[in-house]
Every structure is written in C-alpha cells, then in structure tokens.
C-alpha cells in the first residue's frame, strides 16, 4: 500500500514520514538548503506481517504542485499534514481539492505541530479541519494530534497506518499492466531504471513492456517491489523496474510503461469534470488548461459539450484537445490546472479515452458518455449497444480503454448480447435488433422496388445507401454499410449479382415487348461462340423492321441485368462469352515471357476480328481487369473472380 503526504508547506510533512520510518526522503542538495521537499521523496516500512508500507512524501510549495500531482496519483491513502499553529493554509486546501478529484476516499489528518499549541488552540484547529473535509470524500477522516519533537500521537498514528494496510484492492489486480513513471535514471552497471507506482496488473522479470505513449519496446530486467528485488510486481506496489532497450533519457516522468495490449495513445478525451468552488470565473469554452494524468502533464483546450461556461462548483461534460499524445484510458483520474500553472482549476475522469472530433452540443454524444461512464464495462457496453449508433460500438477499441485481459473480453462479448462484424483488425459491435431492423428496412426498400420494376436486377450500393434514412447522422458511414450488407448476404436475406442487390427470391425479369426482343437477339448473340459476338450493325442488318434506339435501349436494360455487357458502342457480349474472354487473355498473359497480354497474339490465338480487339482490351483496362504499360497489359485481377459471378445467359 501507498500513503501519500499532502498539505501546505513546512507544515511538517517530511517530518512525519522521517518519524514513522526513519528515513529522511530530502535529499537533494537544493532541499537541504532550502529546508523544503522540491521533489517527490520515497520512503519504506516493512511491518509485522511481512508487507511492506510505501510513503510517498510531495513538496507543499505553492510552485511545486506539479511534483505533488506526479505523486498523488499513485497513492491508496491520504496522510493529510496540517500544522495545528496554522491551520488550514492555501495549499492544504488545493492539496485536498485534488485529493477529492482524484477520488481518493481514504486518508488521515495529521494535526502536527501538537507541542507549539494550547488545548484550546488545538480543538479550534481540529474544527477547522473537520470543516475542511466536510464536503469532501475525506469527510469522515481521523484527524490525530501529533508531535514529531515530543512524539506526542505517534503511536496512534501509526496504528492507524497499520491498520489501513490491512485493506487490499485486488480489483486492480486485473487488467493489463500499467505503471506511471515518476523517477528515470541510470545505475552504473545495471542500466535504465524507472520507478512508479503500478495503477493496473502484474509486471514479471523478463516481460516485455511498451513506452507509452512514445511505443518502444522493453524488457524488463530485473525488479524491485516496495523496496525488494522480487520477481513479480502489482498493482498498487511501488515498483522499480531495471528495463532493457532504453536510455535513460528515453524515458522520462510522465511516461507510462504498460503492456502492449494498453498502448494506445490518445490526444482527445472525454469525461466529466468538476470545477472548484473557490474559481473566480465559470469555465468557459476554448479555455486552454494544464492537463495532469498519470505523472503527466500536458497543454490541453477544453471544448464545453454541453450548456454554457462551467460555474464554479458545477459539474459538466467536456472534451479535451491535447497538445501531443498521452497515454490515458477510460476511468484514470486527471486534474486541470490553469495554464500558467498558479491554480487548480477542476478535475474529472476520462470517460472516453478515443473521443472523436468533437461537435458541441451533440446530444448523442452525451449518451455515448453516460454510457461509457458506468463502471462495469457489461454495462457500458450493453447501454452503448442499447443508444444503436449506426456505425456500431467499435468494440477493439472498447476493450482497450477499459484494460480488460483477453479472457475477460472474451467473458464479455459472452455476457453481453451483440453482433459481432469483423472489419479488419476492429471488430464492430451491433445490437442484434439493430441489424434485424437494418435488414427489414433494406428489404422494404428493395421489395418496392421489385414491385416498381420487375426487370431491374436490383439497386446498387450506393442508391441502397441513400435509401436508408433522409438524415446522413441516423445510418452508417459508407465503410460499415458495405460490412453490414455483407453480413446480410451471408445471412440470406439479401443477393448480390453484379454491383446490383436484390431480395434473395427475386429473379430479374424482362416483361412483354422487351422479352419478345430479347428472345429475338439472344440466338444471335449467342450462335457465333465466346469468340465471335455479333456487332449490333450486323443484327440490325439481319432484320430491317428492328430500329436502332429500340434494341439499344433493350440492351442497355439486360446489361443492367447483368444478361449481357456493353464493350464500346457496337458490342453487347454475353456475360459467359465475356468470361472466356477474359480467360483467354489471363491465359496468354501467364504464357507469355513478360507476363503481359499481347494484342495481335490475342486475336492470333483467339481469332476475334480486329475490329472487336480494341475496344475490348479498353474495356479491360477501364474497369481495371488489365493495365497497360510500355511491355504490353498486364493482368490485375482474376477474370473468374472478376467475370464468373455474372455468368447467366
Ligand atoms: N515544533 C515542531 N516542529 C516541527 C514539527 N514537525 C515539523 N516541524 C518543523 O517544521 C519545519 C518544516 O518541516 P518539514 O517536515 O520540512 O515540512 P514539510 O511539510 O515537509 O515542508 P515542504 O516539504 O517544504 O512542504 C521544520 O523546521 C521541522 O523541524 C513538530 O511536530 N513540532
Ligand atoms: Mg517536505
């Protein structure tokens, strides 16, 4: 367990950690000389039962909350340190303010200084700390009097500290490890150490590791748990980690060393945050601020998502833009500061890690919020599903924000229903009703439109798409429609033949004075063979009554229907002569020394007139079945992947 000092400056904060442990964590040269802690300070206990108690001792100065906030993010429990002469001061009022913002609900309240005062002194101090806390998650906190000159309380104190380590957290224990680096330096002869407090996980000697957000690789070398070489280190342990792979100035207070599944950098989040009471002036939007996660700290502008500028002591959901990349995920605390750093502004959590671009005021986003802040990713993830956003719950990303270890998500995507479409890496995530709902609307459109014209092979994509919903925001982008409709073609309840879909039963056909025309011209396009199609000059030949508009139009229309394909202005082959074609020319292509398709052997080996070799081979490169370059075409794409679904007289 990590207790945490927190108060104002020289109220005796140092001092309690040296009279509990005995060990002065001042020491470098600047702190001895100035008589003040500039830099976090580390100091150990090992108790009775064998664990080990980690103190983390902050600066109280007023332009070192910086250093504070490095060190009050890792700690389980508050020793709260205020000199019982002064009372409460400044920082022990912005100390507690983060304290409260980060959550933290455990702690004690030093009352030090106890020999300078009266009795009635120390009860006047004692009630204006217990007011102090009064709003706050510390409210119900010991507040003890102590002594370090006369060693007066110190026996409580100490029992109340062992007693508070009696209390694990085998919650954090889960999920994939993560340590907020607050110390990097190097040891002669063993190499870059870095040290920390593990926020999630198990970190073992040999474990290959990640510098986040900068993405190096390590591993780790050797390890030092509270103090101890051990093998293993966990959540909630100060760890020391000796890592391979990086200089020492490669990584630096502020990074995260985590396990690869939870590096992923992000430079937008999204959470509620809670302005302070004591701000002057409401939070208004565009305001740029110091953002602090982790040991990290980094420029930030926050975006208001919703109402107007954040009264002082109002809560409100906010987006914030980033200066570069951090490493954060769904639920890690942060504080804001102003941005020359003089005041704590406020604080929150991240509720999304990966928040899109962000559009203010968008009431959908505020549900995706209130969603993902519930605290069981089941939850979150059943009321994201719930809101049906088009474009589904992207539920890699999910994952990844809430730390879940690979059987855990796994136990997830089992508790919670949902359909699964695989889009890549990314697996999107859909509420089965909404697919349902997408696929009868799809087939609404579609039946209608079979009704309206029985001889059309169907609609295309694009035109499907645009059906769906007259607002562009209430259907899914074009990406995930094309994912979707795959789905439903594999379910069976849509056919794709061409770039045309259709309802499974529906079969194109053509209807009076069309079908009798076509009845007409399809012997002749068929009587000469794959390599001999009939030119439309010479079919109009063959019969003077029939007009040229007439049967262009009809052939257009089985073109559409995928019966026939229109190759330059004189040409219609049929969808299985077409095919050979291409099969013909794949094949001399493969046969030939520089793997193109030759025009004259084309017509040599297949005996199709000049007059049909051109346009064809055009065709072929327009719809990129072939390229042409300086040593003939060169074959792109399969001609039976390409022309073999289509093949139907
Ligand atoms: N009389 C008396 N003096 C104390 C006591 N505790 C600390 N002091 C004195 O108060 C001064 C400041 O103590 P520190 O422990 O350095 O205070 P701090 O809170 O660590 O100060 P910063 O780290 O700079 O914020 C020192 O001169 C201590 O000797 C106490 O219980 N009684
Ligand atoms: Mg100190």
Redesign the pocket.
């Given at each position: 367990m990590i207790i945490g000092t927190a108060?104002?400056?020289?109220?005796?904060?140092?001092?309690?950690v040296k009279a509990l442990t005995g060990i002065d964590t001042?020491r470098l040269k600047e702190e001895k000389e100035r008589?003040?802690?500039v830099d976090l300070g580390f100091a150990y206990q090992p108790g009775a039962d064998g664990s080990v108690l980690g103190f983390v001792?902050v600066?109280?100065?007023e332009r070192l909350i910086r250093n504070m906030l490095a060190g009050a993010t890792g700690i389980d429990h508050v020793l709260l340190?205020v000199a019982a002469d002064d009372g409460p001061m400044p920082q022990t009022r912005e100390h507690l303010a983060i304290l409260d913002l980060l959550g933290l609900a455990r702690g004690v309240v030093a009352l030090?200084?106890?020999?300078?005062v009266s009795g009635e002194r120390l009860a006047q101090a004692t009630a204006e700390v217990r007011a102090l806390l009064a709003p706050t998650a510390l409210a119900d906190a010991d507040v003890l009097p102590?002594?370090?000159?006369t060693g007066q309380g110190m026996e409580a104190l100490a029992r109340h500290l062992a007693q508070a380590r009696a209390e694990p957290d085998p919650a954090r224990e889960r999920g994939h490890f993560r340590l907020a680096v607050d110390r990097s330096f190097s040891l002669p002869g063993i190499g870059t150490v870095v040290t920390g407090t593990a926020a999630s996980g198990r970190v073992a000697v040999g474990d290959r590791l990640v510098v986040s957000p900068g993405g190096r690789a390590v591993r780790v070398r050797g390890l030092h748990a509270q103090n101890r070489r051990a093998d293993t280190g966990r959540a909630g342990e100060r760890l020391a980690l000796n890592l391979a792979g990086v200089d020492k100035g490669e990584v630096a207070r502020g990074d995260w060393i985590v396990a690869e599944p939870a590096h992923a950098p992000t430079q937008r989040i999204e959470g509620r945050i809670r302005v302070l009471a004591s701000e002057a002036k409401p939070l208004a939007h565009w305001t740029p601020l110091h953002l602090h996660l982790g040991a990290a700290d980094v420029g930030a502008r926050i975006v208001l998502l919703e109402g107007g500028a954040i009264a002082p002591g109002a809560s409100a959901w906010v987006q914030l833009e980033l200066d570069r990349p951090i490493a954060a995920l769904r639920g890690d605390r942060f504080i804001l500061r102003d941005q020359s750093a003089l005041r704590t502004v406020g604080g929150g959590s991240v509720a999304d890690a990966f928040a899109p671009p962000a559009r203010r005021h968008k009431r959908e986003r505020l549900d995706v919020l209130a969603a993902l802040a519930q605290p069981n990713p089941a939850d979150a993830l059943a009321a994201l599903l719930a809101l049906a956003p088009p474009n589904g719950v992207d539920f890699t990303r999910f994952v990844t924000q809430c730390n879940l270890l690979q059987g855990d998500a796994q136990a997830l995507a089992q508790a919670v229903p949902h359909r699964a479409i695989h889009a890549g890496a990314t697996t999107l995530a859909f509420a089965p009703r909404q697919i349902d709902q997408l696929g009868a609307r799809l087939a609404e459109v579609l039946a209608a439109h079979h009704r309206r014209a029985p001889d059309s092979p169907g609609l295309t994509v694009e035109v499907l798409h645009r059906a769906l919903a007259t607002k562009a925001a209430a259907r899914p982008g074009a990406a995930v429609f094309a994912l979707l409709l795959g789905e439903l073609i594999r379910a069976g309840s849509l056919r794709r033949s061409g770039p045309y879909l259709s309802l499974a039963g529906h079969e194109a056909s053509l209807q009076g004075a069309d079908l009798k025309l076509w009845e007409r011209l399809q012997p002749w396009l068929a009587e000469g063979g794959w390599n001999h199609p009939p030119k439309l000059t010479d079919m109009l030949a063959r019969d003077r009554t029939l007009h040229r508009e007439a049967v262009t139009r009809l052939l257009n229309k089985a073109a559409r229907m995928g019966k026939v394909v229109a190759v330059g202005p004189e040409y219609f082959i049929l969808a299985s002569h077409l095919c050979e074609l291409a099969v013909q020319a794949q094949a001399l292509a493969q046969a030939d020394e520089h793997r193109r398709l030759n025009v004259k052997t084309y017509r040599e080996r297949t005996g199709i007139s000049r007059h049909l070799s051109l346009p064809l081979v055009e065709f072929f490169d327009h719809i990129g079945f072939t390229k042409r370059d300086p040593e003939g075409r060169k074959i792109r794409r399969d001609a039976n992947e390409m022309f073999g679904h289509d093949a139907q007289g």
């Open positions: 108060g104002h400056i020289d109220h005796g904060k140092t001092s309690l001042d008589g003040i802690t001792d600066p109280g100065h340190v030090t200084k106890a020999d300078l102590v002594s370090c000159v």
